[in-house]
């Protein structure tokens, strides 16, 4: 066990709706990251937020969004969803030192029909 | 910015066997060098790290790998390979001067009785 919780664990959804993803961070860790994994795309940075900044972005659509609460859990927001969104998204979360490793939450699967 | 490369989309070796798990990297600066395996349905879990210093690594498992800066290798090693030991692994760098995460491609090894 990571430390790291997120939920859902699972979300099907319909094209065009909305959804949000919940993310803990392990206790102590200020920096918060999302990822996309998908089958075609492998994994992919979206962006990160250390103690309720956004510290980097990667690859993230302007549909999605993101934001650290100052209880330091992240939600990763969805939205005006297309059949390619279907991914595992997983949140992992650090130590303050650019050289600590991330520890990844358990994911959560959704699928766009 | 910083890329990471794992050649190998697939890895197999016997068991008992010792086995390589290559990965090369682009940074402009010094990197932070990692390697994390992703079991079926799990979040990805950290194997070991590079931070400076020694070039050999150990990490979890059994796990080691050698930074090479000549070559900029940082290519996953274990004397002798467990069936359980199947997975797909992920290197990833960062650049010090930067604070996103690169990741690889994944090369799944499959470690065969």
């Known amino acids: 066990d990571s430390g790291v919780t997120q939920t859902p664990k699972h979300l099907i959804t319909a094209t065009g709706q909305r959804v949000t993803l919940r993310c803990s961070p392990r206790s102590g860790d200020l920096s918060v990251y999302w990822y996309q994994q998908s089958l075609d795309q492998g994994l992919q940075f979206l962006i990160q937020y250390y103690n309720g900044e956004e510290r980097a972005k990667g690859n993230i659509l302007e549909r999605f969004s993101a934001q650290q609460f100052p209880d330091l859990h992240s939600e990763l927001n969805l939205s005006s969803l297309e059949l390619g969104d279907s991914a595992l998204y997983f949140c992992?979360?650090?130590?303050?030192?650019?050289?600590?490793?991330?520890?990844f939450g358990p994911g959560t699967r959704l699928t766009v029909t | 910015a910083q890329s990471v490369a794992q050649p190998e989309d697939q890895v197999n070796v016997a068991e008992g066997n010792p086995l390589t798990v290559k990965c090369t990297y682009s940074v402009s600066g010094n990197p932070y060098l990692f390697w994390y395996v992703q079991y079926p349905n799990r979040g990805l879990q950290f194997l070991l790290k590079y931070i400076t210093g020694d070039n050999l690594v150990k990490g979890s498992y059994g796990f080691e790998a050698e930074f090479n800066k000549s070559q900029t290798s940082f290519h996953l090693k274990k004397p002798s390979a467990l069936v359980s030991d199947s997975a797909l692994y992920f290197c990833?760098?960062?650049?010090?001067?930067?604070?996103?995460?690169?990741f690889g491609a994944g090369t799944r090894l499959t470690v065969k009785p």
């Open positions: 992992a979360s650090s130590g303050r030192d650019p050289f600590s490793e991330q520890y």
């Open positions: 990833a760098v960062r650049d010090r001067n930067n604070n996103d995460m690169r």
